[in-house]
């Protein structure tokens, strides 16, 4: 089908506006959703917590209460005060860390109701059996260990484990949507006459209409967000309405969770689905849709493939590997900080809910633009519309020979590779008895000084100085020379020139010896020459130019001496109307005619953009103005404690621009596992200077 006879299909006016909420809901419930049960479980475990420790240390006034003030029928107040403390102590732990969560909340929820109605009546206990009641019904959210083990539970070999997985399952289909009824209408009624009635008029008028949109379940999540800004001006110490804090968390669930399918919100976005039929989860609407196909599932490849998942289209992504690849922290692979698998993630798992998209893993070898098709080997597969995302590799200025004597950064193999030469340089030098060659061992040069070449010397010379002290007999692993090498006045020559120069004093600090001006000449197995000048040493590494990926030549377009595609301001291939460039692979001038650097930044917009192009040809709409790239910034860290941060309106420089690199790593990773084990791998090690990834595997060494 050719793309212009292909738009049988236009989306409703009200499509856009459905689509962005329902992506607005799908965050607020996954991702803020996920961080407020976490505190919700933190705030419950630590009344608990704290109430069973003062139990413990004043056992005798613990019996007492057992005793005369809520006495449990059946028990003896010894033995009830034994469970009760034990409740208290025990389970808030497993809350903590979200496993057995349901389990856990069960005993708790049975104590609040316990205190409620035999001891004292407080909206306090009453916001903790529905907020309890949540976590048993809900489950834990995303940040738990439950979370994770969960999908595994039904066919693991855990005792019960399926049919834990069916009561869970039945618990939140048939229990929570009258469960969040009842609170719904419980948490609105309280405010309502607690804290409105009395009130003065505009008060308890706004007070009326959000109590009853509450407990309606309309414009929920609006109003319940109204509701806990409103009840930050409630006084704090009437008993009637319970625990600031507690209610907060009560109305931000339902401004995150939302109000549950037992509410005219609900009924209502059943009806909108209809006018939207990329969340109907219905594929046949997809039948003759336009075929857009991405290669390279990069960071621009994602972006357009994800931005397009409500689009009438049958999107395919082919990539050669099957992961995406995180290239800003594969640094740290090489340097022994992370593990490969932190930093990729499966393309197929990105995109497993994604209906219109088919994930393919092949090697794109050619196109053949007349007739349509993209050539994977000997397969043929015809397209509509043709991303082409394949990024960059290494170049070596057109002295490729260096290659094998410096290897580059851009793959995990390569980054698994480095690690075992940088490592095993080590581990020769220890085992070598000739002083010139040892020395030779524990010489690393890296040529090109850009963020890659300046995050990798500040790494190797921390690992050489703190990462290995104490574990060599023979060498002095710290005595190890990291020499930088740039062919211009300044390292970072993309940063302001104040922050290179912070760049270059911190890395002086490090021990890494920086050399400008310095241009190689020549690499070979023993170590650079540099002008005149000759540098002995075992492991150079690459971290200088790159070259665009062939695709430009799959089509023969017009390509700068990088090899990237020159792309219109549509981001078009010039003379075509179907086939498009984004990322590195792609020449874009920026406002200022200059062209974007190559930066996964740019990659992610570009690829924002062209799904925004293509959707508007398919559905027949104006398309969107030239592409325009949003600078928030640039980065690069020097070790530990010190990164170098240009963000526009401030520049930073020293442990402040450290944080805010790694919060912002962190954040753009793209999964929450990878999330995790990142953050937990440089708690490790920032603590402990250890490197748990040392491992020396393959064929890696080259040292020998
Ligand atoms: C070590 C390193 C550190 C970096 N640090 C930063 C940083 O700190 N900040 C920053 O903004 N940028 C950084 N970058 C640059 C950034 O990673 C790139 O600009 C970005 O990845 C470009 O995205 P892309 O989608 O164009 O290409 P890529 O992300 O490279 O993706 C290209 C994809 O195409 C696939 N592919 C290639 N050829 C084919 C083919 N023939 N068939 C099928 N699939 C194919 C590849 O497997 C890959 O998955 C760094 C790059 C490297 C290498």
Redesign the pocket.
Known sequence: MSAATASSYLPSRLAPSIEAWSGLTTFLEKGAGAALDLAIRLWLAQIFFVSGMLKTVNWDVTVFLYTNEHPVPGLDPATAALIGTGIELLCPVFLVFGIATRFAAIPMLLTAAFLQFTYKELADHLFWMALLGFLILRGPGALSLDYFIAPHLERSAIPFGHSLCRIAAFLARFLLPPFTLAVRIWLAWLLWSVAFRAGPAAWQAAGFVLCVLLALGLATRPAALVLAGMSMFMPADIVHLGDPMLRFFMLASFVLHGAGTLSFDALLFLKARHLCPSLTGDLRWLEGAPRVVI????????AAAYKLRHAWANVTL????NY??F??L??QVATATLSPADIAVPIRAMLRGQQNCRVLM????GAAPEQREVL?GNTRLPYDYLVL????RHSYFGKDAWEAFAPG??KVEDATAMRGRILAAFEKAEACDDGEERRRLLTFVLVGAG??GV?LAGAIAELARQGLREEFRTIDPSAARVILVQSGPLILPAFPNALSLAAMRSLTDLGVEVLTQARVVGIDADGVQIGDKRIEARTVLW?AG?MA???GKWIEAERDNAGRIIVGPDLAVPGTTDIFA?????ACKGEDGKLLP???????QQ?AYIAKQIRARIERRRPPGPFRYHNYG???TIGRKAAVADLQFVRLSGSLAWWLWGLVHVALLVDLRSRIAVVFDWFWSYLTYNRSMRLITGGESRAD
């Open positions: 290669v390279g599932a990069g960071f621009g490849g994602i082919i990539d050669q590997r995406h690849l290239q800003p594969l640094y092949g090697q794109v070898t994977v995302a394949t990024g960059a950064l851009k963020p890659t995050e971290t790159v990926s062939p695709a984004i990322g590195d692979t792609a190559g930066l996964a930044a740019v990659a992610k690829g640039s980065m690069a």
